[in-house]
């Protein structure tokens, strides 16, 4: 150890006499015979320091152990103590005049250019109190974490101001007019846009404008002034629209809502799914309001009863478990709803058409307790179109064919079914002859079919009959023997149809 010189003192207050005149008119230097003129005091060495005084601070806003310490004063604090904002660690610190300030460790900060070798395990961005972090640009916040804990807005990310956040919330929107309208719910997220709202348990918006997804796992994707307000409910996007049922949908569009259990509404415009699975696809004005119902699109159509559909069209109803599809331009709704069980087809043609080569069936089912055969209709390979158009009433009498004419114009034609004593006259051999009965009723041109009956004698040939004046029928018969016959009176069956 090299020995302290200690100078008199007399000598030592020379020293200090000649230093403090020389001291007013140029820099003093130790170490060194020519100080920089910019310093007061130049020390300069190469093997040792300038040692700062040692003091233990208790927090930056308190001087002490200094005594009114002077702007600028520098020291070296070895105490680590106090909480939030106001702690000081081991380091050297400045007074400003008003509280202690920390200077920064080029060792420790954060650069401007990057950092390197870092060690992620014990080198971060951030605080070591309960305080959030906030990230300013221009001197205003724009992001804040909120620091860990087991309460709201603990875990929470933010931007701009608002009310609380909620536990572990996300809320990247800056922007909004009430305070209210924030990711308020436990780990809900708004991901952008203006004056969203999640106050739902894992309630999320994705952006857009003025959306609430309120009820938990609620979601609305973006848009504008769109509402999920059930469990799980979801609003993909548009304007208006409402999801409020329980796991509800509203896929996009105007003004559409989605109220009912498991309820769906794709798109377009007004349309509303109330029943309980109820389904419309989209188009506009459209409502599914039974259970299971389902409207695919068009314009103005209902489907009310449940398991209820229609595809299309235009201001159709249909009730419980109906089908039907509507081709009018009427403004005036076709209510079919109080039929059940229909499938209707309103102003508009029901083809069956082909592309196999093979004539499309129209196949009838008989009753599904007596099996599973069916009765068919059928086209086959014509020269033109054919159109059959049916009669315009049911027919006048108990027994009637159905007839058509050139032009495929239907109608009923009466049958007269009987019985009638028929008595045949004496007939020669080998002669045809001809006689009368009345069968009331026939008119000329009638057709009339007789059946003899078994018992008819031997020889005797039916050959017809005709309806030759008003209730008279002709009969003509042949006797084949070779001898005369004169034939018994038996009762014949008849059936007498007017063309």
Known sequence: MKPRVVLPVLQALLVVGLLSAGLHAQSVGIGTSSPHPSARLH??????????????????????????????????????AGT?????SRGFYYWDGSQWVRLADGG???????NAGTNPAA????????QPLCIRVNNQETFRFNPPGANAPAWSIQR???????????????????DTRVASGDYSVIGGGRDNTANGQYATVGGGRDNTASGQYAAVGGGWQNTASNWAATVGGGQFNTASGYSATVGG?????????????????????????ATVGGGGGNTASGDGATVSGGLANTASGEYSAIPGGYNLRVGTRSFGFSGQTSMAQTDLSANSNIAAFV???????????QASQLRLYEPSGAGTNFTAFRAQAQASDIT?????????????????????AMSWRPVFYGTVSVDPPNINANTSTAFTVTISGVQTGDLVFLTPPSGIEGGLVFQGADVTAANTVTIRMRNVTGGGINGAPRTWSYMVIRP
Do not use: C
């Open 43 to 80: 020390i300069e060495d190469n093997a040792r320091g300038l040692l700062i005084p040692n003091v233990a601070l208790t927090a930056t806003n308190v001087a002490a152990p200094v005594t009114s310490p002077a702007p600028s004063l520098l020291v070296y604090n070895t105490n680590t």
């Open 84 to 88: 939030g904002a106001t702690a000081v």
């Open 108 to 114: 420790k900060a954060w650069l401007l250019t990057g």
């Open 123 to 130: 080198n971060f961005l951030g605080t070591t109190d309960a």
């Open 160 to 178: 701009g101001g608002g009310d609380p956040r909620g536990l572990h919330a996300v809320d990247l929107q800056s922007a909004r007019l009430v």
């Open 253 to 277: 569009g105007l003004r559409s809502t989605a109220s009912g259990l498991f309820s769906t509404v794709g798109g377009g415009s007004i349309n509303t799914a109330n029943g309980e699975y």
């Open 347 to 357: 102003d508009v043609d029901m083809w069956l058409y082909n592309v196999r080569n």
């Open 388 to 408: 059959y158009t049916l009669p315009a009433s049911a027919p006048a009498t108990s027994a009637a064919w159905l007839q058509s004419d050139n032009t495929g």
